[in-house]
């Protein structure tokens, strides 16, 4: 098995909003991709679904920077979230899972942890 | 010890205050309080009286309510007149018994003056003075064409405004050779004069009335000493004050020659246990016929029954500021001159039609007075200097002449010492709100909750904010007007670098004039300045992610991720068949429905993926867009007018719907709501709203910045009378200089509060044009008019648009398992946290 198979094809470019998000629905649940194309690597993701009130709306958010960092602003009770690290900046004991998210060709990919039993591992 | 009796007699103004006050001290314990009033209703705002025509209620203009009196525990005694006072016994009696009284303050204020004119006993001869007058002059007026004031003083001309409103041509007529001749020199007069005949109201002067007659033309006929004559419907005497004694002469209390209450410094009669305030009392030989005066004496006699010993009228100044008809006036100190050795400066410019003069001292260091007509701008300055001696500048005139002439800005709030009267209605002073910035209050809004500065008559308004501004500033409070980290520029800036630079995208405003990559407060607040100027789609690739999550989707996210829909329902009024389309798209979509405050409905619980579905079958049965979830035009709300209505003047739902249609779309700092009433009543509540029309027998009254809400506040009476176009235009003005000028998600209420010279300044800017860009504002507002678009049929039609609207991208069939429902009362709403279990 090799590695590419864990960086699952989530959407294609055509799908992404400049300076917004979208969502994907994965095995992992919902999670926002977001296309910032001003800064490098331009693409970001993180979990969907907003901790502070378990709706999945992240991906409609207001994205941005403050003090440099790239942020989304949920767009339910505004919090902010560091696209980078999941991190809230207005509660440092609440945090967004994160993805690893690459572009191939015109392929949008996630990896995403998948469980699967042991025998079939390689 | 036990409790003493204390009886007020009179529920005015000045009553009123003096309970106000005496309950802020701890004496008020000391008394069992009676009230005895004259007229049924509670005290009310008599400055205000001419209002009463333009649509306000006794409700708005009464000074507290009755549970008021009941939470102090004083016994309110309205409409039982009091008919003596025994002062051996120490009893008052009213025709409903005796009560007996300790300490006695009588604040019976005044009667209006009649001239012993032949005839003037007419049913159609008419006073100014209380609500019930009112009343009489409105059911006088019905159906008739002309009135006349008599009297050509403050209250006179005020007078003639009340009979202008309710439609009537109106005269006033004076004895004296110029309007206001108390306050006013000969010039000052005859530039008000004329300012006010181009209103429309004639004026005659030097006309002394010796006879009234039956009219032929109309009921009565007005004969002069001069030959001539005026043929009237009604006549309204205003020629003056007389103090309200007869109680106090009655009892063998010290009167004045010409009458008044004689009082000393601590406002006490001839009697130790009566006092005397407000306009019935003659302090000094002088009666005091404004309010102002009026609140001293009431404070003054607070103080003195609490047992401060200090506690002292040391009199009042008389100087005035207001606007009659809509023309500014005011009156500064000694006015006429009459200190030895005093000399004058005059301005006088005809083509402007301002008038301006000061009086100063002989050595010419000091204000003695000043007069101004036509426009208010140097008073409060002036006022400054007079009211705390501060020395003139070495060449005083520029303080009255214009800035292009070398006119002196105002006066730095750094001039002004400690003691400088700030607001006169409340009593504060510099000092009070340094006080209170120094207790913690950092913001405007905080100094004037604390103090109440400017909650009267808000004449101090931009006074305060200056005073404030610099103490905060003295104390290293920056006032920052940034809209965020990523521009250093207020909205209104941004809004002028957008419209002076044709910029169209945020990307190049950014780039240009901010740094970073903005945030959830700066790009929406761009997105709405663009709209604004451009009105380009905001669906437009460009603007997408400008937009908070509801302009995003054209839909309001409620608290669990889902969006509510409100189709546009203008003036409320709606088809059966349309109401059934709406029944049955909700029914489809299993949609909560609810009538909106707006007059429309509101459908809950459409998922993102459902919106462009729901919305192409609401275009096709002929709905648009509502803008619900746009800092935009939301509603125009009305009653059902003359259409229907009994009582309705005009159409209210053909103009509400008319100023939908017009309005729609407009992106604004915040959202706006308009509503329409059809007649004075006001069922609509137009004066809630940030824009308010109310029908009246010639045409629409227009109120501005009036709001709901958390904060509520009346709107301002803007202009009257207005015809059709008038109304359109005028709103048209108002509207774009807000949207121009406002700060980011400021409701207009707040705009005009904090806008420099507030109303006057607004209507000088609006229907003087004084600023020349009247032209231009309406200009842009025709633009936006113009290239109006529904922005959901824009969306419905555009593939690559609707791709928006896609719940996951990867997965168009995936329905979000987090949203759960539970049913109450028939339709769905969403599951409270426990109530389901997850899928």
Known sequence: MSVRTDWKAVCTVDDLISESGVAVWTEDGPVAIFYLPHRLPALFAISHTDPFTGKNVLARGITGDLKGQPVVASPLYKQHFNLETGQCLEDETVKVKTYQVLLDGEQVRLAIPVKRPESEVA | ?839
């Not at chain 2, 409105?138 to 001309?157: D, E, F, M, R, Y």
């Not at chain 2, 940034?482 to 044709?502: A, T």
């Open chain 2, 1 to 839: 010890m036990s409790r003493k009796n204390l009886i007020v007699v009179g529920n005015g103004m000045v009553g009123h205050h003096f309970l106000e006050k005496l309950v802020d001290t701890p004496a008020v314990s000391d008394f069992d309080i009676k009230v005895f009033g004259e007229e049924k209703l509670l005290a009310y705002d008599r400055v205000h009286l001419s209002e009463y025509f333009g649509g306000s209620t006794h409700n708005d203009l009464a000074m507290s309510t009755a549970d008021w009196y009941a939470e102090q525990g004083i016994d309110l005694r309205l409409g039982e007149q009091v008919t003596g006072i025994d002062r051996d016994r120490r009893v008052v009696s009213t025709p409903l018994g005796e009560y007996p009284y300790d300490e006695l303050v009588m604040a019976t204020g005044s009667y209006p003056f009649v001239p012993p004119i032949k005839g003037n006993e007419h049913p159609h001869c008419l006073v100014y003075r209380t609500l019930e007058d009112l009343d009489d002059i409105q059911a006088s007026a019905k159906g008739v064409k002309t009135g006349v004031v008599v009297g050509g003083g403050l209250l006179g001309l005020e007078a003639a405004n009340a009979l202008k409103t309710l439609g009537l041509e109106a005269h006033v007529v004076e004895f004296a050779p110029r309007l206001m001749p108390v306050q006013l020199d000969s010039d000052g007069g005859a530039l008000l004069k004329h300012k006010i005949q181009e209103l429309g109201v004639q004026v005659h002067t030097e006309k002394a009335t010796t006879e009234i007659v039956e009219g032929e033309d109309a009921r009565l006929r007005m004969n002069f000493s001069d030959d001539s004559h005026l043929e009237t419907d009604l006549i309204v005497f205003s020629a003056g004050i007389r103090p309200q004694d007869a109680l106090a002469r009655d009892c063998g209390l010290e009167i004045g020659e010409r009458g008044g209450i004689v009082i000393n410094d601590q406002c006490t009669t001839s009697d130790p246990h009566i006092h005397a305030i407000g306009e019935c009392a003659l302090w000094s030989e002088r009666i005091f016929g404004l309010v102002a005066p009026g609140y001293t004496m009431a404070r003054t006699m607070a103080s003195v029954l609490s047992g401060d010993k200090d506690a002292a009228f040391t009199g009042a100044d008389m100087s005035t500021k207001l606007k009659l008809l809509g023309v500014d006036v005011g009156s500064i100190g000694d006015a006429h001159a009459q200190t030895a050795g005093a000399k004058s400066i005059r301005f006088n410019d005809e083509q402007a039609g301002h008038y301006r003069r000061m009086v100063i001292s002989e050595d010419g260091k000091k204000l003695l007075g000043a007069i101004l007509v036509g426009d208010n701008g140097p008073y409060d300055t002036l006022l400054q200097y007079m009211l705390n001696e501060i020395d003139l500048p070495d060449s005083p005139e520029a303080l009255i002449l214009p800035e292009s002439e070398g006119g002196a800005p105002a006066l730095g709030a750094d001039a002004l010492p400690a003691t400088a009267g700030i607001c006169s209605c409340h009593n504060v002073s510099k000092g009070d709100i340094c006080d209170v910035i120094d207790a913690g209050c950092s913001d405007l809004g905080a100094v004037k909750a604390e103090t109440k500065a400017s909650s009267g008559c808000g004449g101090c308004a931009a006074l305060l904010k200056t005073v404030v501004d610099n103490e905060l500033e003295k104390r290293g409070v920056e006032v920052s007007k940034d809209i965020c980290e990523h521009f250093p520029y207020s909205r209104q800036e941004l809004f002028h670098l957008v419209k002076v630079n044709g910029i169209r995208t945020f990307q190049t405003l950014i780039k240009e004039h901010g740094k970073g990559h903005g945030c959830d407060i700066c790009k929406p607040a761009v997105g709405s300045i663009l709209a604004t100027c451009w009105n380009e789609h905001v669906l437009a690739t460009d603007h997408v992610p400008l937009q908070d999550t509801n302009d995003t989707f054209m839909a309001n996210m409620q608290k669990n991720g889902t969006y509510s829909i409100v189709p546009r329902v203008p003036g409320g009024e709606i088809t059966p068949d349309k109401l059934i389309v709406l029944g049955e798209v909700a029914k489809q979509y299993n949609l909560y429905t609810k009538i909106t405050g707006g007059q429309r409905i509101d459908l809950f619980g459409a998922t993102l993926s459902e919106l462009p579905e729901i919305w192409e079958k609401l275009i096709a049965a002929g709905f648009e867009t509502g803008h619900a979830y746009g800092k935009a035009l939301r509603t125009v709300k009305s009653c059902v007018g003359s259409t229907w209505c009994r009582y309705g003047v005009q159409d209210s739902v053909g103009m509400a719907i008319h100023l939908e249609d017009r309005y729609k779309g407009l992106r604004a700092p915040h959202k706006i709501k308009f509503a329409v009433s059809g007649c004075t009543r006001e069922c609509a509540e137009a004066q809630s709203k940030d824009i308010g029309v109310i029908a009246t027998e010639n045409g629409w009254n227009l109120y501005v910045c009036g709001n709901g809400g958390m904060r509520p506040r009346h709107g301002d009476l803007f202009a009257t009378d207005l015809n059709d176009e008038q109304l359109v235009s005028t709103i048209d003005r108002v509207l774009m200089f807000y949207v121009r000028t406002a700060d980011r998600l400021q409701r207009t209420s707040v705009w005009m509060e904090n806008l420099e010279g507030g109303l006057d300044y607004l209507k000088q800017v609006v229907l003087e044009d004084s600023l020349g860009i009247g032209q231009e504002l309406e200009e842009h507002m025709e633009g936006l008019v113009g290239t109006y678009q529904c922005e959901w049929k824009t969306a419905v039609e555009d593939p690559e648009k609707r791709k928006r609207f896609r719940e996951f991208v990867n997965a168009p069939e995936k329905k979000d398992p987090v949203q759960q429902w539970s049913m109450e009362r028939d339709q769905k709403r969403p599951a409270f946290e426990g109530e389901v279990e997850p899928a």
